[in-house]
């Protein structure tokens, strides 16, 4: 019997109302526009994609920080789109969330002890010594030290500081946690040590990770699989290597194409998008991204491409793999 995924998202939806102009026109930002996946447990599902396309929108709506307006979120086989408040605090310690800056989402009037611990004062019944106790064991989990409980969050470098912020996530024992660019803060040198760190976590803990990024060369270590986001759609979910080796969509080679590669004498040719992201407020009409696509045709200005496996696995929205539509534009 196949296992019931962690997440499955389902044609979810979310847009905002947004006032233009000096009469204050009202218009809907649509940040997340009926994408579908689905992360197995014990997984690293990333998601990638220019800033503004929708994929931090999705961690808050996975975590349900954020209310859909269409679509649904199932949590461990339960659809959690429309839980009350009341019916997701149970659940609020199975879904942590690690933040990009963790000076701005640590409260620098607590104590390292205290903020480590805070989940376990809103999620647990244990007293003071106890959480005490787990905060200093999760402090030398992470790489940092039991002496450090007694500092302020200001004492810290910014890779120590999203170490606390991972023991902060880690201290109710999540199943999920969803990573929001959670190193593109830190220098490169540190970066790995934080992925490491969270490589080595998930192994000991079991972890499932959402893990969200502009950064395809972040991503290509931790992820199992990887699904790329343009202007609040989902363009292409495949398997890390197959995603690496064998990109389809003309947005995910353009992406790839300006990661560098360690060595110099794989000269690839960088692909470079004319123009600029789009308003989500007015997207393009057909294929979203028709108006910097070095292949589009005329039918993409008209007709969206749906999103479907193009091979066992490996999902895209491009007319470029439809049979029928490339039959008829011939
Ligand atoms: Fe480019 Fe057309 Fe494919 Fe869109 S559908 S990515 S415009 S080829």
Redesign the pocket.
């Known amino acids: 019997m196949k296992e019931t995924p962690l997440i499955e998202v389902k044609g979810l939806q979310k847009s905002f109302t947004i006032k233009k102009g000096w009469f204050g026109v009202t218009k809907h930002l649509k940040a997340v526009d009926g994408i579908t996946f689905a992360i197995r447990k014990g997984e690293t599902f990333s998601l990638v994609g220019e800033s503004g396309c929708g994929k931090s929108t999705t961690g808050r709506l996975i975590t349900r920080l954020l209310k859909p307006n269409g679509g649904e979120v199932w949590f461990n086989g339960h659809n959690i789109s429309d839980y009350t408040d009341n019916q997701m605090r149970p659940l609020r310690k199975d879904m942590q969330m690690v933040f990009q800056d963790p000076y701005a989402s640590l409260n620098p009037r607590m104590k390292v002890k205290e903020l480590v611990a805070e989940p376990l004062l809103i999620h647990t019944k244990l007293g003071t010594k106890e959480r005490d106790k787990l905060a200093h064991e999760l402090l030398e989990t992470v790489g940092l030290s039991s002496f450090h409980a007694e500092r302020y969050a200001h004492e810290f470098s910014g890779g120590q500081r999203q170490r606390i912020g991972i023991a902060r996530a880690l201290s109710v024992r999540p199943s999920l946690i969803v990573a929001d660019e959670p190193v593109s803060a830190l220098d490169v040198s540190i970066q790995s040590q934080v992925l490491n760190l969270l490589q080595d976590l998930q192994e000991e803990y079991g972890l499932t990770y959402l893990f969200i990024s502009h950064d395809l060369s972040v991503v290509e270590h931790i992820s199992d699989r990887i699904g790329v986001m343009y202007l609040g759609t989902l363009?292409e979910t495949a398997e890390k290597d197959v995603l690496y080796d064998r990109p389809l969509?003309?947005?995910t080679q353009a992406l790839l194409s300006s990661v560098p590669v360690p060595d110099p004498s794989l000269k690839k040719e960088r692909i470079i998008l004319k123009g600029d992201l789009p308003s989500p407020v007015d997207p393009p009409s057909g294929?979203r991204?028709?108006t910097r696509?070095p292949?589009?045709?005329e039918i993409?200005k008209v007709k969206e491409?749906v999103f479907k496996e193009a091979e066992p696995g490996h999902q895209v929205?491009?007319?470029?793999y439809d049979e029928e539509i490339m039959r008829t534009a011939k």
Do not use: E, Q, R
Request: glycine fraction near 0%; proline fraction near 12%; include cysteine.
């Open positions: 363009v969509h003309p947005y294929c991204f028709h696509c292949s589009c045709m993409c491409p929205a491009c007319h470029l």
